[in-house]
């Protein structure tokens, strides 16, 4: 049990809609990373929030954005669905400058038909 | 860019085997070195970590040795059980704090 909750568990959308997705920091950590993780693949970085304002990105296409919030919880927007989009997304919270310690949530996954 | 690079899997071993999962990078600089695990139906976990040349990094019987020659931090375990079945990535951590992952290898160890 690490104290990362991601909502919901299984999504699914169609091509072109728009999703958020919801994760709830351990206590204590104040930064948020996104991770999508493709089927048989590993995460790719999409980007991390630290004190509400993003805080480094992945290669990945301004239709992924973000929120993080003062209680440290964020959300994972992505608009224009695409099919490519099918993936697990992860959710890690940590401390700021310290990747090191982060902790991840179970996932979110995210069919798009 | 800094990278990682896994054995492919499956790796099916029997219980009480030995075991490795190779991992070698690519970075610029010397960067903290991770394996993390993913059990069926369950987030990423750290395994363990090692943050400079020569460290040693353990728990749960797996160890791994941050080798600056061959830029490898492979992962061993002297005794696998029918539990340790899940699939490990290897990490690093960029300049930007940032994690860079292999592709994963799924370990599987039947009884």
């Known amino acids: 049990e690490t104290g990362v909750t991601q909502s919901p568990t299984h999504l699914i959308k169609t091509r072109g809609q728009q999703v958020t997705l919801r994760c709830s920091s351990q206590?204590?950590?104040?930064?948020v990373s996104w991770y999508q993780q493709a089927l048989g693949q590993g995460p790719q970085f999409i980007f991390q929030y630290y004190r509400e304002e993003e805080n480094g990105r992945g290669n990945f296409p301004p239709r992924f954005s973000g929120l993080q919030f003062p209680n440290y919880s964020s959300e994972l927007n992505v608009n224009a669905l695409e099919l490519d989009d099918s993936a697990l997304y992860l959710c890690?919270?940590?401390?700021?400058?310290?990747?090191?310690?982060?902790?991840f949530g179970q996932g979110t996954r995210l069919t798009v038909v | 860019g800094d990278s990682v690079t896994q054995m492919e899997g499956p790796v099916t071993l029997s219980e009480e085997a030995f075991l490795t999962i190779n991992c070698t990078y690519t970075a610029t600089g010397y960067p903290s070195l991770f394996w993390y695990v993913q059990y069926p139906g369950e987030g990423l976990q750290l395994l363990l970590k090692?943050?400079?040349a020569d460290d040693k990094g353990s728990n749960k019987g797996f160890e791994a040795t941050y080798r600056k020659e061959t830029t490898s931090f492979h992962l061993e375990k002297g005794s696998v059980q029918v539990s340790d079945s899940a699939v490990y990535f290897c990490?690093?951590?960029?300049?930007?704090?940032?994690?860079?992952w292999g592709a994963g290898t799924k370990l599987i160890i039947k009884p």
């Open positions: 206590s204590g950590h104040n930064t």
């Open positions: 890690a919270s940590g401390r700021a400058h310290m990747n090191t310690e982060a902790f």
């Open positions: 990490a690093l951590e960029d300049s930007n704090y940032q994690l860079i």
């Open positions: 090692a943050t400079k």
